[in-house]
């Protein structure tokens, strides 16, 4: 098992939480505050598991601005309090900078039992291979 900090094990608090307004948030119309507050506990964690030097230098890269402008962008658009906008807007970001990791995400998937029986079924295998292939997102 992998042996986590404290500091890592709040972070994983915090985006958890993060996920789950941003998620609550959606589900009751683009609600204002919950999906800043998401927003904000998302970005924090994040920084609290990785750490803050790890977390800017990742999302700060030269070839990672627009991704991270997009990102940011979208948070802080929905900050402002315009949430559809800033939701589509961080989406598209998120999926820029995590590209590299979906192929890896995709492929613990398929080794889990019930998920992995899920993901080859016909219609769903030939998205989660598009999905798969990281270098045709652009």
Do not use: C
């Not at 958890?16 to 970005?43: E, H, P, Q, R, T």
């Not at 219609?123 to 999905?131: F, P, W």
Request: aromatic share 16%.
């Amino acid at each position: 098992m992998i042996s986590l900090t404290d500091s890592q094990k709040i972070g994983m608090g915090l985006t958890g939480f993060g996920v789950f307004f941003l998620f609550f948030g959606m589900m009751l119309f683009f609600d204002k505050a919950l999906l800043a507050i998401g927003n904000i506990l998302f970005v924090t964690g994040l920084s609290f598991v990785i750490g803050l030097e790890r977390t800017f230098r990742f999302f700060f890269q030269r070839h990672k601005a627009k991704a991270t402008s997009f990102f940011l962008g979208g948070v802080l658009v929905v900050l402002i309090g315009w949430p559809i906008v800033g939701v589509v807007l961080e989406i598209y970001g998120f999926f820029l900078l995590f590209r590299g990791f979906f192929p890896v995400a995709v492929g613990f998937i398929r080794r889990v039992p019930v998920l992995g029986s899920l993901l080859s079924l016909p219609g769903i295998s030939a998205l989660v291979d598009k999905i798969g292939e990281s270098n045709t997102m652009v």
